[in-house]
């Protein structure tokens, strides 16, 4: 059983960033592949950026990359979202998420099987 908590949200001008955090429960974090997902009012939740089980591999959707940065510190159990040059588009609440396994599906919804309670994050034009 893994227990996340992300932090870092809040509301900021076009143009600015923001760094989220995640903190994991347990022992086992370094297990666990890590990604980053968001869902605006009425849309449907969608993939952002994911890290896998020794930081050295990550991925982005096409919309954020660039822009936004993901990191992870296994002795701190963290998991970081960097975000820069933010858009009101990308306006939405950030969800971060753990997926255990070998076999690696980064940016499906439903192979995640931890997730947090999210932080908003809100982008003013």
């Known amino acids: 059983q893994v227990q996340l908590v992300e932090s870092g949200g809040g509301l900021v001008q076009a143009g600015g960033s923001l760094r989220l955090s995640c903190l994991a429960s347990?022992?086992?974090?370094?297990?666990?592949?890590m990604g980053w997902f968001r869902q605006a009012p009425g849309k449907e939740r969608e993939f952002v950026g994911a890290?896998?089980?020794?930081?050295?591999?990550?991925y982005y959707a096409e919309s954020v990359k660039g822009r936004f940065t993901i990191s992870r510190d296994n002795a701190k159990n963290t998991v970081y979202l960097q975000m820069n040059r933010l858009k009101p588009e990308d306006t939405a609440v950030y969800y971060c998420?753990?997926?255990?396994?070998?076999?690696?599906?980064?940016?499906?919804?439903?192979?995640?099987?931890?997730w947090g309670q999210g932080t908003q994050v809100t982008v003013s034009s």
């Open positions: 890290i896998s089980r020794s930081g050295g591999t990550t």
């Open positions: 347990g022992r086992t974090f370094s297990s666990y592949a």
């Open positions: 998420a753990a997926q255990p396994g070998t076999i690696w599906f980064w940016d499906n919804v439903s192979k995640y099987i931890y």
